[in-house]
């Protein structure tokens, strides 16, 4: 009896098995003209059970549950459809095509929308949260590493703050510079640095523009790697365009955003080094040497540093535990709101971040404010305004001179310990280095000392805004206006107490003040327009001026001696030192565009910069074309199956890779040696038969989606 019983129960559970389980058939067809769609993807909702269409548009797939299972058919350039199975065996679906799938619009050059199927060179878009996520507190651009194709991020070696390099797809120049052009809302800004390492012996490593920019306050972001694609730069557009496009206000409600993270850092990679010989030289122990040819560590007793007993031992770890765990904190808060006719964004985002070399710390501060408005049916506005403090305390030289130069000239039994006792304090309070074991006592020195005894200390304010207005002439063609000013300040402070390599040993010690300011101003009109030509015909154009001005003040005071020791003022400069240059460059131009579009499948583009560079010898003026090809054959022809997107693309350009010749500069000196001083002022140079660097460009392209 319970055998019969267990078999009926099994029997039962296999028809109800059988009944929940069933196959499912039909056919997929575009909502516009009901033509079959080939290659959509059918999946069963919450698993991995899945089937496309085949070259009719027909399907079957077999649902696990017949009465609760839904499908999901999704397709490219389609809004997805999700369907109810309800114990139905057939299912025709009809597939609505999704606009915003179909008309994707990147930022271009100049800040200029467009579809991105109708653009002929190839871009890149990166999403904010990639940047925001697990940020790079020091600078926004090494956040973008292994996020760009074909790209070379190169880290700044001086801490925080320190300026980043990004070469887009390879260097295009032996002299100038190869660092992409950064833009922000259309309008490239100032991303010079005060200082580069450019030598085996080191330097220090200034802050450059980009290092600045807000990752929280970024909307898209768009990278334009080939010429044509930045061809409307003209001659600050050979290496590449990273174009930003920051956050607006919103309508109708008011939305708060807040991030907060702490990231925690580590150095990676450290040198190799050999853990069996110490002080001495030939084999021969000597407890005062600096160098590491002595006898074989044993952990023997010998008289070591300072006249100490010590044991005669590897000290494995004290060149990873001369660096401390890095911090970086982030506090960041964003409003947004507003009306149909107003809407404004405010933020403030706090950047607290601990490098990892002892004593080397930043602060930035960044507040940002925009307003757009829409002041009646054809006029409307925009206007930003972001300021940037921020403080760098103790940024540390690269190579010779810095700390991980003389860090890494310790004997191997020498314990950092005994590294940390870097001076002695005479009886009137000055201090002087201790005896330290280094090899060339003239060349190196107790990277303790160079920690807590030398001083590079940097202070920004910074403060970019735009003006934006916006008027409809008729509903297709408008004309805009823009002025734009990135305005950056810094004051620099060098530090170094006597005793300090590279200074007089009775001189006092050192001091130096630097004060840089650069000013960027920016203002373009341009008209834009589109028609419809005939049916198939569409045109877009664009006319535009351009004038840019920029402006750089350097002063350098330095007293490199001081009457009283170690206090770091310039009223006590035994040899005061004064030092003042100049630069104005200024450009002109005028540009157009073309862009064409045949059935919506085949782009023509064309565009003409033509510019008058204050560097450049008479006439002053060059000329930067660009044209360019696309195909979406997809649209075309018919394809296979398996291809759901493809196009071709074609363009040359020419562009420039800044100014390689005349510069507008006055120089100012004055020195007091022998009781007289001197002023000197140089007029503007020109320099005659010299032309920009140019670079030439080619590119080919495809670009192609495959259906499983």
Do not use: C
């Not at 006592?441 to 590079?456: D, F, G, M, T």
């Not at 304010?461 to 509903?475: E, P």
Request: neutral net charge; proline residues 4%.
């Amino acid at each position: 009896m319970k055998k019969r019983l267990l078999g009926s129960l099994v029997f039962l559970l296999l028809i109800s098995a059988a009944a929940m389980s069933q196959t499912v058939t039909g056919k997929v067809a575009a909502g516009t003209d009901g033509n079959p769609l080939p290659g959509v993807s059918v999946l069963v909702k919450g698993t991995s059970i899945g089937t496309s269409t085949d070259a009719v548009g027909k399907y079957a797939i077999n649902v696990p549950d017949a009465t609760n299972s839904v499908l999901v058919f999704s397709f490219i350039g389609f809004a997805s459809q999700e369907i109810s199975v309800g114990g139905q065996t057939v299912i025709d679906v009809t597939l609505a095509e999704d606009a915003t799938q179909l008309s994707e619009v990147v930022v271009t050059a100049l800040g200029i929308p467009r579809e991105a199927k109708t653009l002929v060179y190839a871009t890149q878009s990166v999403k904010p949260a990639q940047l925001t996520e697990v940020r790079d507190a020091n600078n926004v651009l090494n956040s973008l590493q292994g996020k760009i194709a074909n790209a070379v991020i190169t880290q700044g070696s001086g801490g925080p703050g320190s300026g980043a390099r990004i070469v887009l797809r390879g260097n295009r120049s032996i002299q100038g510079s190869n660092n992409a052009l950064i833009v922000i809302d259309g309008v490239p800004i100032t991303n010079g640095t005060n200082g580069t390492v450019n030598s085996d012996f080191g330097g220090l490593q200034g802050t450059d523009g980009a290092s600045n920019i807000n990752p929280d306050d970024i909307e898209s972001m768009t990278i334009l790697r080939g010429a044509s694609a930045a061809a409307l730069y003209g001659s600050q557009a050979g290496n590449g365009v990273i174009l930003i496009t920051t956050k607006k206000g919103g309508k109708d409600k008011v939305s708060v955003n807040i991030n907060s993270g702490v990231t925690a850092e580590r150095p990676f990679v450290l040198p190799d080094v050999q853990n069996s010989y110490g002080q001495g030289n030939s084999g021969v122990l000597v407890g005062t040497s600096g160098e590491a040819w002595g006898a074989k560590m044993d952990g023997q007793s010998f008289t070591g540093y300072m006249g100490q007993p010590r044991n005669y031992s590897a000290q494995k770890d004290n060149i990873k535990d001369f660096f401390r765990t890095g911090a970086s904190v982030n506090n960041s808060i964003g409003i947004s709101g507003g009306s149909e006719k107003m809407q404004t964004y405010l933020s403030y985002t706090n950047n607290r971040v601990q490098g990892i070399m002892p004593r080397n710390d930043l602060m930035r501060h960044t507040i940002t404010m925009r307003v757009t408005n829409q002041i009646s049916k054809k006029f409307s506005t925009d206007a930003k305004v972001t300021y940037i403090l921020q403080d760098i305390d103790r940024k540390y030289s690269t190579g010779e001179g810095g700390p991980l130069m003389e860090l890494y000239q310790i004997p191997r039994n020498v314990s950092l310990d005994d590294a940390k006792v870097y001076e002695t304090v005479s009886n009137i309070g000055v201090p002087t280095p201790a005896p330290y074991p280094v090899i060339n006592p003239a060349l190196y020195q107790n990277p303790y000392w160079i920690v807590h005894r030398s001083e590079n200390n940097e202070n920004r304010s910074r403060v970019m805004g735009f003006l934006t207005a916006k008027y409809n002439i008729t509903d297709w063609l408008h004309i805009q206006g823009r002025g734009n000013l990135d305005k950056i300040t810094d004051h620099l402070d060098f530090i170094t107490y006597q005793g300090t390599l590279g200074i007089p040993t009775t001189g006092g010690g050192a001091y130096s003040t630097n004060n840089i300011g650069v000013t960027q101003k920016w203002f373009d009109v341009i008209l834009e327009g589109s028609n419809k030509v005939t049916e198939l015909l569409k045109i877009d154009y664009r006319a535009g001026a351009i004038l840019q001005d920029n402006k750089y003040d350097y002063l350098f005071n330095g007293a490199n001696g001081l009457n009283v020791t170690n206090i770091f003022s310039l009223n006590y400069a035994t040899n005061p030192q004064l030092f003042q240059s100049a630069s104005h460059v200024q450009t002109q131009s005028v540009y157009g565009q073309v862009n064409l579009a045949f059935k919506e499948a085949i782009f023509l583009d064309a565009s003409l910069r033509n510019e008058w560079d204050s560097r450049l010898p008479k006439p002053y003026t060059f000329s930067y074309p660009s044209v360019g090809a696309s195909a979406i054959l997809s649209d075309l022809i018919t394809m296979p199956a398996v291809v759901s997107f493809l196009k071709l693309s074609g363009n040359y350009a020419q562009v420039g890779n800044g100014g390689q010749a005349q510069i507008r500069f006055n120089t100012y000196g004055y020195s007091q040696g022998a009781g007289h001083g001197f002023i000197t002022r140089s007029p503007t140079m020109a320099i005659p038969n010299l032309k920009p660097e140019i670079v030439k460009n080619v590119e080919f392209g495809i670009d192609a989606k495959f259906m499983e």
